[in-house]
């Protein structure tokens, strides 16, 4: 059997490229799978409005704060799920809260990303140009918004790949990866934290088929 190889053919911030050869399809299709359901980022999911006499109704602001792609440090953060706070809108260790206070005086005017002030210097909005919403004069828009980890497998909001394919090589022994990000996460991150999930998965499974083994009784 041919060995399995790869090679980085291509590597930015937010987009990887990475050519496998002779591993089976399968494979490389579970790092992509794997990459955009059970990679975490984190992401508003939460919305305590305090003001808003804006044209738009609370509910669909808070939509469009979810899809505020967030740049995330993975390892300062920790699942609410996992959390010992117990509290219902969560502690420092499991949510980032940012504040939005914005309104319009004199003329019609656009609030985007870069008005949010995140109480963690380690999570804040990949860029700060992206429309929350228009403001017309005497307006006001005033919110506290609670992101935490999640993960795609619970809602598409929370996937850190815009783009994430496998495509043939340019030999029938090859398989091309491509992952590019939302800015959540880099793309080297995106492609190492599905590894470490996948090989954990591998290691679990490893257990099983272990445990099962010895607890099989002979043949009678
Ligand atoms: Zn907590």
């Not at 969560?90 to 809260?97: A, D, M, P, S």
């Not at 959540?184 to 083994?213: P, R």
Request: aromatic fraction near 4%.
């Amino acid at each position: 059997m041919s060995s399995f190889s790869l090679d980085v053919m291509e590597k930015t911030d937010q987009k990887i490229i990475v050519k496998f050869k002779n591993v089976p399809r399968q494979y490389v299709n579970s790092i992509r799978r794997i990459s955009i359901s059970e990679v975490p980022t984190c992401t508003i999911d939460d919305v305590v409005m305090l003001e808003n006499s804006s044209v738009m109704h609370d509910e669909a602001i808070a939509h469009r704060l979810g899809l505020i792609p967030l740049r995330t440090e993975l390892n300062k953060f920790i699942f609410s799920s996992d959390c010992d706070c117990n509290n219902t809108l969560g502690c420092t260790k499991c949510r980032v809260l940012l504040i939005l206070n914005a309104e319009s005086i004199d003329k019609t005017r656009v609030v985007t990303s870069g008005e949010l002030i995140s109480d963690s210097e380690y999570v804040k909005p990949v860029s700060n140009e992206i429309p929350i919403i228009v403001l017309a004069p005497g307006q006001k828009l005033k919110f506290e918004a609670y992101a935490r980890l999640g993960i795609g497998k619970d809602h598409a909001k929370w996937q850190p790949t815009s783009v994430a394919v496998v495509k043939d090589g340019e030999n029938s022994d090859e398989s091309i990866l491509i992952l590019e990000t939302t800015g959540a996460l880099s793309a080297e991150e995106v492609l190492k934290s599905a590894l470490n999930i996948i090989n954990k998965k591998l290691d679990d499974f490893g257990k099983l088929i272990k445990s099962l083994e010895s607890s099989v009784p002979p043949a009678r």
